[in-house]
């Protein structure tokens, strides 16, 4: 168990819905990055936040957005859903914003869009 | 820019066999860091090595080595004993030491293991 939690484990919705990917960070990393898995792209970063602010971006779509809140923990809102958004989507957490810490990952959400 | 190449997609080894997992990186900086993580069939992506770029050493963890070789810009893994628990996706990764964009981690393929009894 790392530490990282997520919810839901799965999400089934169709498309032109939106959903929201939830994540609570390691207890005391500051850091939260959001990856997008799937089988033609791999994994893929898609944003990242420190303490509550955006530090960087991946190839997310504008479609998707996300948060870091107070207490540290991120969602990810996805809109506009199509078929190709079908995924395994990961949060990982770690101490400081630099890549030289590890990341940990949280078990995933898989969203399935119909 | 980051790049990290798994050139063998799928690997089968039957059980105590010794297995080496490839891994060849590219990046302009000097300062940087390596990873594997183990992605078994349940889904999560577990966290098994960092290594700096300063560290040649290679390291030691039970069944796992890690080896580093700067010349060749590669980090090979090596399972001694395999066993059937071992069967997973592994990932090598690369993150570069600052903050922004380059503190995310850019995966390679990954390579999928199959150990049998």
Redesign the interface.
Known sequence: D?GVTQTPKHLITATGQRVTLRCSPRSGDL?V?W?QQSLDQ??Q?LI?Y?NGEE????NILERFSAQQFPDLHSELNLSSLELGDSA?Y?C?SSVG????Y???????T?LTVT | AQKVTQAQTEISVVEKEDVTLDCVYETRDTTYYLFWYKQPPSGELVFLIRRNSFDEQNEISGRYSWNFQKSTSSFNFTITASQVVDSAVYFCALSEAYTGANSKLTFGKGITLSVRP
């Open positions: 790392s850091s990055y990856y791999g994994l970063f990242q420190y530090r960087a971006k991946g395994l990961f990982a914003e630099a890549g030289t590890e990341q940990y990952f949280g078990p995933g898989r």
